[in-house]
């Protein structure tokens, strides 16, 4: 086989696994009937340069889901990502929790804010939440402000969290994560497209398993509804987290 050749098939090796690396960073375990629907916050960015999709069933109702949402954030529950995604991307940050915190669990209202980074710097904004179906968190902050005014760039973005029944007749929950992101200029949309949507699969899915897999081992566990507990204990100041 010549040189010539050789290379040829590893460009084309390396090309089909980019392509597949986009499909599956937008698409990973979605339906095209999840994919076309419309959800609540996406109104909130009308024309994004980006839109992934990621959905997952849990063995569990709803209302067993929605208290591993209402704990996420930097320095609080994290994102239920993989343990070595967390050590790799995020050192600072703690691991993700692996059960509900009753300091940590409360009841989400529009306006909330949930840290994705040290103070000052990176934070969502609670859009729409409706317990336990539903959680639209909202952001602009996620560039360093040099970035944004030297350089110009922007991203405004949101993430939605669906949950409705699976429809198995077992009380399951179908978890729809989408993503919907505005960026500028067009280089950073670029960047954006070639390394953030390729890494979606990993993160987006494996978020979405993090969680499948705390809410079922909780499951099988004694059931105690955390809301209750949360309610006169509500966590103010995230450095001083119980149990870390």
Known sequence: MSVNVRASRIAVAALSGMAALQ??????????????????????V??????????????????????????????RAGWYTPRWVDRLLFPANWPSLEQ???????????????????????????????QPNLLVLHSSSHLPTSWRERLGTGIDWTWTFSLTGAGS?????RLHLRVRASTRPWWFTAA????????????????????RSRVERQDVME?????????SRRHTNPQERPGR
């Open 169 to 173: 007749g077992r009380g399951d929950t």
């Open 23 to 44: 499909v599956l960073g937008r698409i990973a375990g979605s339906t095209g009937a999840e994919r076309r629907t419309s959800l609540p916050g996406d109104e909130l």
């Open 46 to 75: 009308p024309t994004p340069s980006i839109v992934t999709d990621h959905a997952i069933t849990i063995e569990a109702p709803p209302d067993r889901v929605w208290p591993w949402l209402t704990q996420v954030g930097w320095h």
């Open 223 to 231: 059931w105690r509804p955390p809301l209750s507990l949360a309610r």
């Open 192 to 211: 954006y497209l070639l390394t953030l949507v390729p890494a979606d699969y990993v993160m987006g899915p494996g978020m979405l398993r993090g969680l």
């Open 100 to 130: 509900l915190d009753p300091a940590l669990v409360h009841d989400l209202v529009v306006g909330d804010r949930i840290p994705d980074g040290p103070p000052g710097t990176a934070e969502f904004v609670v859009a729409h939440a409706d």
